[in-house]
């Protein structure tokens, strides 16, 4: 049974910083390509940061600059570290799991997700 599991989230002030865990369980966590998306109310699920199997991030323009994605394989744990955020990034943050075919990446080929953890920049 594979779980993934955020934590993390909370309330910040614009310009401070921000650490979201995804700590999975039930497979081998190394050998899937992994990804970070949100949603905000009233919004559509966008996409933020992909890494694959070999620890190579992958940005979208929401996060380029400012957010960085890394995992611990050890640890069976993903991370997005959050730089100096704004309030449009304000949203439920979900990561994902198996989201990558022929060396993209996408929310549609995902087939394992967290439930999710809420930012909130104000």
């Known amino acids: 049974h594979v779980q993934l599991v955020e934590s993390g989230g909370g309330s910040v002030r614009p310009g401070g910083s921000l650490r979201l865990s995804c700590t999975a369980s039930?497979?081998?966590?190394?050998?899937?390509?992994m990804g970070w998306f949100r949603q905000a109310p009233g919004s559509e699920r966008e996409a933020v940061a992909s890494?694959?199997?070999?620890?190579?991030?992958t940005y979208t323009d929401a996060a380029k600059g400012r957010f960085t994605a890394s995992k611990d394989n050890v640890k069976n744990t993903l991370y997005l570290q959050m730089n100096s955020p704004k309030p449009e990034d304000t949203a439920q943050y979900y990561c994902?799991?198996?989201?990558?075919?022929?060396?993209?990446?996408?929310?549609?080929?995902?087939?394992?997700w967290g439930q999710g953890t809420q930012v909130t920049v104000s």
């Open positions: 994902a799991a198996d989201c990558c075919r022929g060396g993209s990446w996408d929310a549609r080929w995902c087939e394992y």
């Open positions: 039930g497979y081998r966590y190394a050998s899937y390509c």
């Open positions: 890494i694959s199997t070999d620890g190579v991030p």
